[in-house]
């Protein structure tokens, strides 16, 4: 069989990856040199059986934990890091919590108001949908008298009918559902972004040059109160506990919100998270004392700003339009929920 020829792919895989970013670099060399040896083994005969054992590796998780570690989001993430506690002279402790709330501020408060702007604005579409339901439900009769249509070619002209109006709507109400993805689109990559360079920094990763030695050094002694040393976990695991408690009080606040009885589906989505909420507890346990100071102010100023978006006062200053089902005593109304369930889980376990 004659040798596959890939020499001038190397090369340029190894010349380009010279101009990328230190992340980009290493995992194109990496990955250009076990494509060599891949191409080797392949003229030496080896069976394909092998080939796939080697791209099983080449995709392991340890890989994949490598090159996040080294990726370039993560490296901004480090260098911002850096940059507020080189111009402000703060701890590394309240450096964390700083950035972490400025951060929160300035990025996801923002695209919260945008998020339920779109919401309320999409559900105040009901009261003129109200109107068109029952104008397609008179034309769809008509049509099923004139046309002689069974009950499925009715259904099918209803909902195409509905879905085009809906569609109307949306468009000149500039309100789809999928805008209010958004913050998820942006919050996500931040919080992992932070977690995995507040963890390179405690591990001296991914160079230990002398700039990773320093900043661990000041890691060891600059943290607050009870954990000194944020390049350890927290010695008496207060700061886990609060993250796994401030994440269960997040998502209870939001379904005690809710005042109609939630779908299969959604009570599954809720159900889920409260598991995660619990499993983070135990991550956050082993992880360096500076990446959970990070969680406990993303997880407090989340519930925080859950809250505040709650309040209608603030709903109106951020000019978010009235909804019929937006509550005028959101945490009264929250408070008298929690009381019924607490007293109904007494009542069932007595």
């Known amino acids: 069989m004659k040798p596959i020829q890939v020499s001038v ?9 010279t101009w990328f970013h230190r992340g980009a670099r290493s995992t194109l060399l ?24 080697c791209a099983v590796r080449c995709f392991s998780l340890q890989s994949w934990a490598q090159t996040l570690s080294q990726s370039t989001p993560v490296a901004y993430a480090q260098d911002l890091l850096d940059a507020v506690h080189s111009t402000s002279g703060l701890s590394w402790g309240t450096t964390i919590v700083v950035t972490s709330l400025a951060l929160r501020v300035v990025v996801t408060l923002p695209l919260a108001v945008y998020q339920h702007h779109v919401l309320a604005r999409f559900a105040n579409l009901d009261r003129e949908m109200a109107g068109i339901v029952q104008e397609l439900k ?11 249509l069974n ?28 805008k209010a993805a958004l913050v998820v689109l942006f919050q996500l990559p ?4 932070l977690s995995v360079a507040l963890r390179n920094m405690a591990f001296m990763m991914p160079y230990q040059d002398l700039a990773a030695q320093a900043t661990y050094l000041e890691l060891s002694v600059g943290g607050m109160l009870w954990f ?32 109609k009885h939630m ?21 956050a346990w082993i992880m360096p004392a500076d990446v959970a100071l990070y969680w406990l102010c993303s997880s407090g100023f989340a519930l925080g700003q859950n809250m ?25 109304d929250v408070a008298v929920r929690l009381r019924q369930r607490l007293d109904a889980a007494f009542r069932t376990s007595s």
Not at 152 to 158: G, I, P, S, T
Not at 309 to 332: L, V
């Open 138 to 148: 008179r034309e769809t009769t008509q049509a099923v008298r004139m046309f002689n």
């Open 308 to 332: 505040l978006m709650a309040a209608p006062r603030f709903r109106r200053a951020c000019s978010i339009p009235i909804t019929a089902s937006e509550s005028q005593t959101p945490f009264r």
């Open 228 to 259: 000194t040393n944020l390049t350890q976990p927290d010695p008496l695991h207060i700061v886990p506990i609060l993250v796994g408690i401030t994440n269960l009080m997040n998502i209870e606040f939001h379904v005690l919100q809710r005042q």
């Open 30 to 53: 990496r990955y250009s040199f076990q494509f060599a040896e891949r191409r080797e083994l392949f003229q030496q005969g080896v069976p394909s059986t092998y080939h796939g054992l």
């Open 263 to 283: 779908a299969w589906l959604r009570r599954w989505i809720t159900n889920f998270m409260r598991g995660l909420a619990l499993v983070s507890v135990p991550v």
């Open 151 to 178: 009950e499925k070619q009715a259904r099918y002209l209803y909902k195409k009918n509905f879905k085009r109006h809906l569609q109307r709507l949306v468009v000149r109400d500039n309100c789809h559902p999928l």
């Open 190 to 193: 931040l919080w992992v972004s």
């Open 9 to 17: 792919v190397e090369i340029m895989f190894r010349f380009a990856g």
